[in-house]
């Protein structure tokens, strides 16, 4: 639908950091997005930004020390892209909305983009954002201008070679907090609006009779996790659901038997890979009232991400036999046993709201590029062998 050219030399008056010229009748148009709605969202867009402050230029954030999520959450750009950023997602998620929706459904303080799967729209795309699975060809004719930003969710060890995507891959996304863009899949976040009590009020250990359970479907891999719950099963109740066990339960009625009846819950990765911890900590466990008992990279880095006194690991022990010697202890004492729930009025669990994060880098992006993307991702010791259990 076209406007009147009053109205639109209005628009370009008032919305002055972003030039509304043929370059984006022609994206609204290959979209076959009706223009005076566009117009609407984009003027909504710059109102949006203008109530939001700029602390920082986007390369600053390198401080592996700091909360990277929460710098790249309040960061605004100084200068917003003067079209619609197109970003082309070969392999959307069911979860994930297209169009304009996705970053309008999160509240995203800076929400000029537009997300397709459809890949006639590769080559014209702004951004290609995609993970090495997704069969990206590198044969496509790359605008000069267009950027690539692989996205990496497996550990190192099993993700294949990355040699053919050196000096292709301009920004990063993946739960190591090098990343350019941080993914983990949930954040912890003090609030200092709950109540800080010595006691939780609720009872976590009310109606729960089984000890632990396990969801897993990936038998063999490197860190031996497999072999150690077999090895744990001996000591203590470990119900193994999935390929590696001998029970069925689907989704939601896991998440349910963990709240209702299960104490404890075994949170293994496949790796024990630096940073790599997954949906098993966070959806599986701290979202389901149990406490996780952990295995992936070393302790100190859960105590970073992690809520306090919220998850056991199992470095702390000289093996199954000495954990499930604690586990019995906390299984008879609900003191101690609630006391790895106190977090629950420190703060809450947040989403990371990465498409926002996404959004806001790709209007102005520092140049980047990573010459070797492969031997930044297959970095020797960033993934350690488990030691020797022998009890």
Known sequence: MWIHIAQLVKLCATLSSIALTAQILFWYGAFTLDFEHGIQRLEENYLHRQSRNIIASWDEF????TDRIEEQLAYIPAKLAS???????PKNAAAIQLGFAEFERNDCPVRNCFLTTLEEHMRTAHVIFFSPTSLVSLEHLRPAEQLWIMQLLESPENTDSLKA????INYTASYRWDSDIVTPYLRWNW?????HMEYPLFNYAKGKTKKAAWFVSHCLTNNGRREYALQLQLYIQVDIYGDCGDRRIGRREGARALKSNYKFYLSFENSNCRDYVTEKFFDNALSNDVIPIVMGPPKQFYERIAPPHSFIHVDDFDGPKALARYLHEIDRNDTLFNEYFLWKRM???MDSRFWCRLCAIVQQPPPKKYEDIDAWWHKQGDCRWPRTQTE
């Open 347 to 349: 703060g809450t669990l």
């Open 62 to 65: 390198n401080d592996y020390s």
């Open 191 to 195: 609030s200092s609006n709950l109540p």
């Open 83 to 89: 079209q619609p950023v197109v970003i082309y997602h």
């Open 165 to 168: 995507y050196n000096g292709r």
